[in-house]
Every structure is written in C-alpha cells, then in structure tokens.
C-alpha cells in the first residue's frame, strides 16, 4: 500500500529560526494536503496543493508541490512560540474513487524555544 | 456550529469490553472517516463512510465496525477491545468535491 514519509521526526528552534519537513511518498498523487495539530489538539487543515511544481505561501509558510507529484516540503520563515506543533502532510492517490481517502505522514513535531 | 463533536473524550476499557464511540457533525458533509493515531504513526484510516447507510474499510479495520444510519452521525464500535487498540480516535468529515477534511476532538481510549 501507500507509504508517506517524513523527515525529520522532530525539529527544536530557536525563535526566529527557519525549519523545513520535508514529505515522500510511495507513489504518485492526485493531491497533497497539510495539517497542523498542536499538543493535545486535533489536525487542522492548512493548505491543498494539487498542481506539479506547485508553491503556495501563506504568511511565514512556504508549501511546495514536487515536479513528480511524489513529494513536498513545509518551510516556516523565523519560527514563533505559536508554530509549536506537529505538521502532518498526507497524500491522496490518484485514482481513489470519490472517497479521497488519505495516507497521513509520520508527522514533524516542531518545539520552538525563546 | 459546534462543528464535529465526538463522544466520549476519555475512556478506559479492560480488554474483552466492547464501548461505541460517537461521531456527529452538524455541516451537512457527506463524508466521514474514522482515524487512529499512535505515536510516530501518524494517522491511520479505520473506516469511512461516503453518505448515509454506506461504509467502507480503511487501512486499518480490523477488530471495529461502523455504522452510518443518519447523515449526521458516525458511530465507530469496538466488539471485544484489545490493549493494541489503545490509542487517540480522531472522527473527521468533508464535503464531497471539497478535500479538506474537519477534525474532531478526539477520543483517548485505554485498553488494560
């Protein structure tokens, strides 16, 4: 079945330091989708790409779509005390029927510190 | 809009007791799925159910069964609970056409 990976498992930052996560699939995707859970809560959704190569920024974050459709990549430009979380990307296959079911990553525990 | 609510939030179960977890909605969405997640796992799809009187297997649905008989609700049942199905239960729920999907608040469940 479909595998979605990421790196790293869990990043410390310093406030105002960048940080990445990088994603991969096993397969090629339809579409990819990121999630933010802070401690103790739920997934929340913060962006769909769908488009190869595609980027989207929103504010401080920089969400990347690879070329291959395989991979992507969260960046968050001068971390705050308020991106402490997991980002959690999943993929949707292609071909999954009108249920888009996705395979959530291994998810990316940030800590941020002052 | 209370959004998606889940029932109970905390529960503890001795192995061979059965429970029901509930999930309602109130967004009208037509799609919802029951999720799992264990530490450095991630989130893992238990069931799902596409509209009302549908369900359909996940990735991970052995040992639950599900039920869809309103459209609003999805309940997710444990026949005989295991300690492997200790875990955090998220319920989630979208609109068809639309992807992004709206969390729960979770159901914390330990099996002894």
């Known amino acids: 079945g479909q595998q979605v ?22 397969t090629t995707l339809s579409n990819i989708q990121w999630y933010k859970q802070r401690p103790g809560g739920h997934p ?7 488009k190869s190569g595609e980027v989207k920024k929103q504010k401080r974050l920089t969400f990347q779509f690879g070329e291959a459709k395989k991979n992507s990549s969260l960046h968050i430009t001068a971390t705050q005390t308020t991106d402490v979380g997991t980002y959690f ?13 996705l395979t959530f990553g291994t998810g990316t525990r940030l800590q941020v510190t002052l | ?43 893992r799809l238990i069931h799902y159910s596409v509209g009302e009187g549908t369900t ?10 599900v039920s869809r008989l309103k459209k609003q609700n999805f309940l997710l049942g444990l026949e005989s609970a295991a300690p492997s199905q200790t875990s955090v239960y998220f ?9 992004e999907q709206f969390f729960g608040p979770g159901t914390r469940l330990t099996v002894l």
């Open chain 1, 44 to 50: 929340v959704f913060l962006i769909q790409l769908v």
């Open chain 1, 89 to 101: 990307c999943a993929g949707q296959e292609i071909n999954t029927g009108t249920a888009s079911k």
């Open chain 2, 1 to 43: 809009n209370a959004g998606v609510t889940q029932t109970p939030k905390f529960r503890v179960l001795k192995t061979g007791q059965s429970m029901t977890l509930l999930c309602a909605q109130d967004m009208n969405h037509e799609y919802m799925y029951w999720y799992r997640q264990d530490p450095g796992m991630g989130l």
């Open chain 1, 5 to 26: 990976m990421q790196i790293p498992q869990y990043q410390h930052v310093q406030e105002g330091e960048d940080f990445t996560t990088y994603c991969n699939s096993s």
């Open chain 2, 91 to 99: 319920c989630a729920s979208r609109f068809r056409g639309f992807d």
């Open chain 2, 56 to 65: 359909a297997k996940g990735e991970v649905p052995d040992g639950y069964n």
